[in-house]
């Protein structure tokens, strides 16, 4: 048989796709693509969650380095505005690790607790960073 006389068959011999099948395939490929825009949408969603959070985690850092160097270790509490719609506090308490047993001179402590919050919708997002550092030397009695 000859290829291009079986082009030529009767249309009762003819196969085709019908527009029941075509109307089939299009819904299937439209539920496919609503599910993977969904996964894309989570995926964006959460990239930017972790991105405010690495920043957030980055300015808690730099507050906390700065700690006894570029803001004195005075107990009390301070907060403020960053850039980026971020908040900060800091907290300066001494710090009391209890009875000291022995012969070991008594240190003083200060207990450092930042924290970096800023808002994502409806939802306040912090992340709290807590240290303890040598504190200023306690006067000689």
């Given at each position: 048989?000859?290829?291009?006389?079986?082009?030529?068959?009767?249309?009762?011999?003819?196969?085709?796709?019908?527009?029941?099948?075509?109307l089939v395939a299009f819904a299937?490929?439209?539920?496919?693509?609503?599910?993977?825009?969904?996964?894309?949408?989570t995926g964006l969603r959460s990239?930017?969650?972790?991105?405010?959070?690495?920043?957030?985690?980055?300015?808690?850092?730099?507050?906390?380095?700065?700690?006894?160097?570029?803001?004195?270790?005075?107990?009390?509490?301070?907060?403020?505005?960053?850039?980026?719609?971020?908040?900060?506090?800091?907290?300066?308490?001494?710090?009391?690790?209890?009875?000291?047993?022995?012969?070991?001179?008594?240190?003083?402590?200060?207990?450092?607790?930042?924290?970096?919050?800023?808002?994502?919708?409806?939802?306040?997002?912090?992340?709290?960073?807590?240290?303890?550092?040598?504190?200023?030397?306690?006067?000689?009695?």
């Amino acid at each position: 048989m000859d290829p291009i006389e079986h082009l030529h068959r009767s249309p009762r011999h003819a196969r085709g796709i019908s527009l029941l099948e075509v109307l089939v395939a299009f819904a299937i490929m439209a539920l496919a693509l609503g599910v993977l825009l969904r996964i894309f949408g989570t995926g964006l969603r959460s990239s930017a969650a972790a991105e405010r959070y690495s920043a957030a985690t980055l300015w808690a850092e730099s507050l906390m380095a700065g700690a006894g160097s570029t803001w004195p270790l005075d107990p009390g509490e301070e907060g403020g505005s960053l850039t980026g719609g971020y908040r900060y506090r800091r907290v300066v308490r001494p710090y009391d690790p209890g009875p000291v047993t022995g012969p070991l001179p008594r240190v003083p402590l200060v207990s450092i607790g930042v924290e970096v919050a800023w808002t994502e919708g409806e939802k306040t997002r912090r992340v709290v960073l807590s240290s303890l550092r040598l504190g200023p030397p306690e006067p000689v009695r």
